[in-house]
Every structure is written in C-alpha cells, then in structure tokens.
C-alpha cells in the first residue's frame, strides 16, 4: 500500500489560512460556486482516528483547508492542480511539509 499525505508549505498558493479567514469560502467550493486549489481524485481515503477507509474519494482543497471529501468535479477549476489517486490511500497527517509517498509493509 502506498500512502500520500499533504500538508502545505508557507508561501505555496496552498498554505493553510486561518479557519475564521476561510470558513465562507470553504462553503462556497464546497457547493461549488469557488473552485478549488487542489483536488486529490479517486483515492482511499485513510481516517487516521479510527483506521476506517473510505474508497475511491476526491478531496478538494482551498486556502489550505480542506472543503469538501467526496465527490469533487463540481470543484475543479481552469487553475485547478488535480493529482489521480486511484489505488492510493490518502491521509491527512499534521506535521507533514510537502507531498510524501509512503510504502507501507
């Protein structure tokens, strides 16, 4: 199993802004009247609390936060970065400062 996690690096156009400074737009790309920065398709997406996974998921991302998990074209802009992570899991690790692939034994 391969996993990929993300955070984002100051300075990116994906840094992660404050809750309070987003919260409308997170809700305006979710419903998609913004589009997102990045929208991580068709992964497995890997609750790190309870070890649940969840096929074939889409997460977008806007602001560095993150705007909606499930089904995301209704998202994805002409600026949209979008990276296929079909039979790949995706965990959303704090502390993590650029895309990493993991290889799970």
């Known amino acids: ?5 993300i955070t984002i690096v100051e300075g990116s156009k994906f840094f992660r802004a404050k809750l309070e400074e987003v919260t409308e737009i997170l809700v305006r790309t979710a419903i998609g009247r913004d589009r997102s920065d990045l929208v991580i398709k ?5 609750n790190v609390n309870s070890g649940e996974l969840l096929g074939n998921v889409d997460v977008a991302i ?4 993150i705007a909606l998990i499930g089904r ?3 998202t ?6 979008v990276i296929d992570a079909a039979e790949e899991a ?4 704090e502390g993590f400062t650029e ?5 799970l034994r």
Do not use: Q
């Open 76 to 81: 994805i802009g002409n600026k949209t970065a």
């Open 62 to 65: 806007k602001r560095g936060r």
């Open 90 to 93: 995706i965990a959303a690790c």
């Open 1 to 5: 199993m391969v996993v990929l996690a």
């Open 42 to 46: 068709a992964g497995n997406l890997v």
């Open 72 to 74: 995301a074209d209704h």
């Open 99 to 103: 895309w990493m692939k993991l290889e």
